[in-house]
């Protein structure tokens, strides 16, 4: 009798630990995207901005329609990568309308009035913010990532991960052409 209620003790304890297990790969599953939702919803509101940019800079004749044709280009492909979670595409689509946009903004320096119009100035500020809080997002959804991906590849997380089919997160990485450092000469002779 003694050995039955061991051995139930015993399977008690190992189901209560699976358990603890599954519920913090789960919780981990769950962190992953809700940072992906926030880096979603500040894309959603740039997406929203740009062609306010867009069509401020229109409004000065000779500002480069190529680069404006190109920002709302690479808006679109961020929309259908972040909707269909594809952060490979994304990451490459983000480096291009990230140097576009410089692009605009190095470009507005030879607009003096556009420079001084308080419509591009706000929607200029509030791209800028919007780019800061994304990079800041795409940090902590990284974490994330990292964390989910460290836990279903170490044992015992790995035995319960196989089993109820968690599968690794892909971090969202950008170029190594966008890590460097901006050079602003060059972006003014982009022109």
Known sequence: MLHLA??????????AYLTILYNGLVGLKHSVAKCWANIDVLLKQRHDELPKLVEVCKHYAQFEQATLIGIMDAR???ASHASQHRVEQLGAAETTLRG???????????????KADQQFSHLSQRISQLEESIA????????????????????????????????????????????????????????
């Open 76 to 78: 679109n492909a961020i």
């Open 6 to 15: 061991m051995f139930f003790g015993v399977v008690a304890l190992l189901l």
């Open 100 to 114: 576009l946009l410089g692009q605009v903004f190095a470009v507005a320096e030879a607009y003096p009035e556009l």
């Open 136 to 191: 800041d997002r795409r940090e902590l959804y990284n974490d994330a990532v990292n964390l989910n991906n460290v836990r279903i590849d170490q044992f015992p997380d790995v035995l319960v991960a196989r089993l109820f089919g968690f599968e690794a997160a892909r971090p969202l990485r950008f170029s190594a052409e966008e890590k460097r450092d901006v050079d602003v000469g060059a972006l003014f002779n982009a022109r």
